[in-house]
């Protein structure tokens, strides 16, 4: 079993930062698999950024230069950072690994 946690949400001015932090627990052989997904309302889930193993990161054209990712392997932990938010990247944002998700958490981005 995995647990994934997420925390960093939050309310923020367009234009603002939030930082999303997601640790994870139980049988993670590496976090070079880990991930971050959003939901918006009315909308389909997508990627916003992830490690993998023969790509390095991947991020979603509508977040590149804006958003990056990274990790700290000794803390099984992975972040987003989040610059030069904007009212569509408004959604819950999941961390996954594999077939893992975790419970999301509330990003929201005012005008």
């Known amino acids: 079993q995995v647990q994934l946690v997420e925390s960093g949400g939050g309310l923020v001015q367009a234009g603002g930062s939030l930082r999303l932090s997601c640790t994870a627990s139980g049988m993670i052989f590496s976090i070079n698999a880990m991930g971050w997904h959003r939901q918006a309302p009315g909308k389909q889930r997508e ?6 193993s023969r790509r390095g990161k991947i991020y979603a054209d509508s977040v590149k230069g804006r958003f990056t990712i990274s990790r700290d392997n000794a803390k099984n932990t992975v972040y987003l950072q989040m610059n030069s938010l904007k009212p ?3 959604a819950v944002y999941y961390c996954v690994y594999a077939t893992y998700w975790g419970q999301g958490t509330q990003v929201t981005v005012s005008s």
């Open 88 to 90: 569509e990247d408004t």
């Open 47 to 52: 990627l916003v950024a992830t490690f993998t």
